[in-house]
């Protein structure tokens, strides 16, 4: 029973980093960086920046943002459903070592 009680506590912990893993995962997916935001005050003419116009490469660099925002977006959500996955199998293998017990518990209150 030692063993199977080590087993268990393993199982335990691997759920609980998984599930904690997830949800940091989760929250991840949320966040976003900003877009630039500049107030150009100007008579009309074009703002260089080295050798670029500026509103352009403003539009540029928010598409770029957009861009890494959705991309990290994803990927914080794929890594949050792999560890719901994660945790739910060590869940599941706790309840299979367990499963003699709890078929026994229940065998017995049916009598």
Not at 34 to 55: A, L, Y
């Amino acid at each position: 029973m030692n063993s199977k009680r080590a087993i268990s506590i393993i199982w335990l912990m691997f759920a609980i980093l998984f599930f904690i893993l997830a949800s940091r995962h989760k929250a991840e997916s949320k966040q976003t960086i900003p877009k630039f935001e500049i107030e150009i005050r100007s008579t009309g003419s074009n703002i260089n920046f080295i050798g670029v116009d500026f509103r352009e490469f403003v539009n540029k660099f928010n598409a770029y943002v957009a861009y890494q925002n959705e991309s990290n977006r994803r990927a914080n959500l794929l890594a949050y459903y792999g560890y719901l996955l994660a945790g739910l199998t060590a869940l599941v293998s706790l309840v299979f070592e367990w499963r003699e017990y709890i078929l026994a518990k229940f065998s017995k209150n049916n009598k």
